[in-house]
């Protein structure tokens, strides 16, 4: 199988690291009933889970005709890191198409991995990465919509398997959708009932729309802190292996992204904003079945006995509902396939745990950014 390989593969090359799985279960005010981890990504090297996939995308690259080209890539600086990482253990030259707004401190850590950096405007940045792999020759790679970047990526779903056993729902940030879509593969034939979902900023909602209409859409306009989570369009091999995997999508405001970000300074973790929009969505009640107001109420009843189905069957409209402004679920979406999630919360008290996978994804953030965050919630 093709994550398998990749995930053999990626585990030889030194640049990789298996990141840590930490056990955070009282940093937020969650139910007694949630177990949570945390899959430290940031804690990669180059600082995300992107060089899970580029070792795998750059392995399937045709040896003899990448000799004689260079790579051509746009990024908003953890996937062009990435790349100019794995371009230097290599000796293959890359140049990284970057919006001009990108953080400097980004371009110049590119710069000295050996990357070359080109800036344009965000709406060319596809058409620059055309442009010279017509003119000049060189082999252009996506920084999402690639079936070998996905199954390097699926790498992340193994891990999290071996180091959770039993996980009952895992929590992802969705840029384009690869690492949602390499989780969820790695994982859903395993645990089929685990539920997986996808997190989004609301300026930036392609996934969330394309799961609405059953196609990959394209935005006309972005607007987030969370620039990993910015590019305009799911992609095509994206949205079809998420709506097939993805229990659903879920749309957070810069404010809460910024909440989670000072929450993980203050838990002693570094994490950009693109980072930790999945824990954003825990944090702020947004995760079917992890209801807040329920934990601080205390209300929840013990052991139901006799009418356990009926509540079940009864409640799960109100855990899952089909839609509204914040949740967009799959197409394929079936509510009746999973007890576990009910089960936990109407026998609050009696020992069921629910094991809960939130993964931070980044931790690339220069020190200036990082204080202005975390200064401003503090003053909250
Ligand atoms: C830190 C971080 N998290 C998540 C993402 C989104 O990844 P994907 O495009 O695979 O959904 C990115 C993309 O650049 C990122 O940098």
Redesign the pocket.
């Known amino acids: 199988m093709e994550m398998e390989k990749a995930y053999n593969l990626i585990k030889q090359n030194t640049l990789y690291r298996k990141t840590p799985m930490i056990n955070v279960e009282n940093i937020l005010n969650l139910p007694k009933f949630v177990n949570l981890n945390m899959k430290l990504?940031?804690m990669q090297h180059t600082?995300?889970?992107?060089i899970r996939?580029v070792i795998n995308q750059i392995a399937h690259v045709d040896k003899n005709a990448i000799l004689n080209r260079s790579i051509v890539a746009t990024?908003?600086?953890?996937?062009g890191k990435a790349l100019a990482t794995i371009s230097k253990q290599l000796q293959l030259q890359c140049l990284i198409v970057m919006p001009n707004h990108a953080p400097k401190y980004r371009v110049e850590t590119i710069k000295k991995l050996g990357g070359n950096v080109e800036l344009v405007e965000n709406n060319m940045l596809q058409k620059t990465a055309d442009y010279h792999v017509q003119k000049d020759n060189m082999m252009f790679l996506h920084?999402?919509d690639d079936y070998n970047?996905?199954a390097g990526?699926a790498s992340c779903g193994y891990e999290i398997l071996e180091q959770c056993h039993n996980v009952d729902i895992i929590i992802?940030?969705?840029?384009?959708?690869?690492?949602?879509?390499?989780i969820s593969s790695s994982v859903k034939p395993c645990l089929p009932n685990c539920k997986i979902y996808?997190v989004e900023p609301y300026g930036a909602s392609k996934m969330f729309q394309s799961f609405r209409m059953q196609t990959p859409v394209t935005l006309e306009n972005v607007d987030t802190i969370?620039?990993?989570?910015a590019?305009p369009y799911a992609g095509k091999i994206?949205y079809d292996i998420c709506s097939r995997n993805v229990d659903a999508i879920i749309l957070v405001s810069d404010e809460e992204i910024k909440a989670s970000m000072a929450k993980c300074y203050e838990t002693g973790l570094v994490v950009?904003p693109?980072?930790c929009?999945a824990l954003a969505a825990l944090m702020h009640g947004k995760v079917p079945g992890i209801d807040l107001k329920a934990a601080k109420e205390n209300d929840l009843p013990v052991n139901r006995g006799g009418d356990y189905e009926e509540i079940i069957e009864d409640k799960t409209e109100n855990l899952w509902p089909l839609s509204n402004d914040y949740i967009q679920y799959s197409p394929f979406f079936d509510a009746s396939s999973e007890p576990r999630v009910q089960q936990a919360l109407y026998e609050d008290g009696s020992g069921v745990k629910l094991n809960v996978v939130v993964v931070l994804?980044?931790?690339?953030i220069s020190p200036n950014d990082l204080a202005a965050i975390v200064n401003s919630q503090r003053e909250l």
């Open positions: 990504e940031n600082g995300s889970f992107k996939g990024s908003g600086g953890n996937y920084p999402y970047l996905i990526h992802v940030c969705c840029g384009g959708g690869g690492l949602l879509a390499g996808g969370a620039t990993g989570l590019p994206t950009e693109s980072g929009a994804t980044g931790g690339n």
